[in-house]
């Protein structure tokens, strides 16, 4: 008996103990997750997007980048520093394969390349994956909509011949 108190008050002073090593680190995401969504709120799409770089979440880079208004692209696009370039060149692919949103994304990659074209250059190894990713992305995206276009295009010149046959 004696044996099992000392593993359980073991157990919990290990769980106790690396709870509250932890904790920081919660706190910190809660706190800056809270001041992306007010950011959003006060349409502080700036603030909010290099804040949710910060935390580096996928679905909160995601969100910022769509909230962006088109006209505000330029603008948030080129204030963004060369150590998030990477990550924001990653997540602009991951929205290419993923958002129905595709010609606001290839705004952002346009306005992005604008801003940053100098750097991107400078640094090209480093950020060679991430510009393979993003060309992959954009690749993709032109081979889907040249088959869309080619299937609208076979499509209409069936129902024109039909229509005018009758």
Request: charged share 20%; hydrophobic share 40%.
């Amino acid at each position: 008996m004696l044996h099992q108190r000392y593993i359980f008050l073991h157990v919990f002073s290990f769980s106790l103990g690396s709870l509250l090593e932890t904790l920081p680190g919660v706190v910190f995401y809660l706190v800056v997750v809270q001041a992306v969504e007010t950011a959003l709120t006060e349409e502080q799409h700036q603030r909010a997007l290099l804040l949710s770089l910060r935390l580096n979440e996928d679905s909160l880079i995601q969100k910022c980048i769509l909230s962006v208004k088109p006209a505000d692209i330029p603008a948030v696009a080129s204030s963004i520093p060369f150590r998030y370039l990477q990550r924001l060149m990653e997540a602009l692919s991951n929205l290419l394969e993923n958002s129905p949103h595709l010609e606001f994304i290839l705004r952002w990659c346009q306005e992005f390349c604008k801003a940053h074209g100098h750097s991107i250059q400078e640094n090209f190894r480093t950020l060679h994956p991430a510009l393979r990713s993003l060309n992959k992305a954009i690749t993709r995206a032109h081979q889907d909509l040249a088959e869309t276009c080619s299937s609208n295009l076979y499509s209409l010149r069936y129902l024109t011949t039909t229509i005018t046959k009758d």
